[in-house]
């Protein structure tokens, strides 16, 4: 079962904060999250595991809550470079088979 | 420098054929999949091999075959038996294990005409 991504798009002018969330109606093993340029491969952001910590990667962050089944990724004080398709990505009870939601279009504006 | 390589990066089929999409990786990664994109959609997960001579079927595994006859070659054939392929196609790989993200070839754009 694909994992539900919300919102689907947003607009943020530079500077501005951002959440995107994921559900999974499964209980999950980790959680992934992607970043996809127009016509470009997805570029691995960061997982969070089962147990894990909240994660960083440079301004952009993600958290995970186990026992709702969900993650939330935080861009912010976003860069124009943070323009792009945001995906999660879940992993229940089956190793090394990622589930991934529809995606989340971010558009950052000067 | 290592990474994973696809090929053709544009493909065009005739109908009733048989095309097979290559991906290749040397990072020395244990597993490798096989993923669809349509416009404005998610991935959707086709095939997946965790080890050599080995696999399994995705949610969308019809009309498509795979093999993994080498650590670093997963090769993806669409059958006639696909009945709408036009998509955009990406192979990913990463180690065994559930710590590490995963890293995607710049994909196959195949196109029926």
């Known amino acids: 079962q694909q994992p539900v991504q919300s919102p689907q798009a947003v607009i943020l002018r530079e500077g501005e904060d951002a959440v995107i969330n994921c559900s999974s109606s499964k209980a999950l093993y980790s959680v992934h999250w992607y970043r996809q340029k127009h016509g470009e491969a997805p570029v691995f952001l960061m997982i969070l595991l089962k147990g894990g910590e909240q994660k960083g990667h440079d301004k952009i962050s993600a958290s995970f809550n186990e026992k709702k089944q969900q993650s939330s990724l935080y861009l912010t004080a976003s860069q124009l470079s943070y323009s792009g398709t945001y995906f999660c990505g879940t992993e229940t009870d089956s190793w090394g088979k990622l589930q991934f939601g529809a995606g989340t279009q971010v558009v950052v504006t000067p | 420098d290592g990474g994973i390589t696809q090929s053709p990066k544009y493909l065009f089929r005739k109908e009733g054929q048989n095309v097979t999409l290559s991906c290749e990786q040397n990072?020395?990664?244990?597993?490798m999949y096989w993923y669809r994109q349509d416009p404005g959609q998610g991935l959707r997960l086709i095939y997946y091999?965790?080890?050599?001579?080995?696999?399994q079927k995705g949610d969308i595994a019809e009309g498509y075959s795979v093999s993994r006859e080498k650590k670093e070659s997963f090769p993806l054939t669409v059958t006639s038996a696909q009945k709408n392929p036009t998509a955009f196609y990406l192979c990913a790989s990463t180690w065994a294990g559930r710590s590490y993200g995963y890293t995607f070839g710049s994909g196959t754009r195949l196109t029926v005409v």
């Open positions: 091999s965790q080890i050599v001579n080995d696999f």
């Open positions: 990072l020395n990664h244990d597993a």
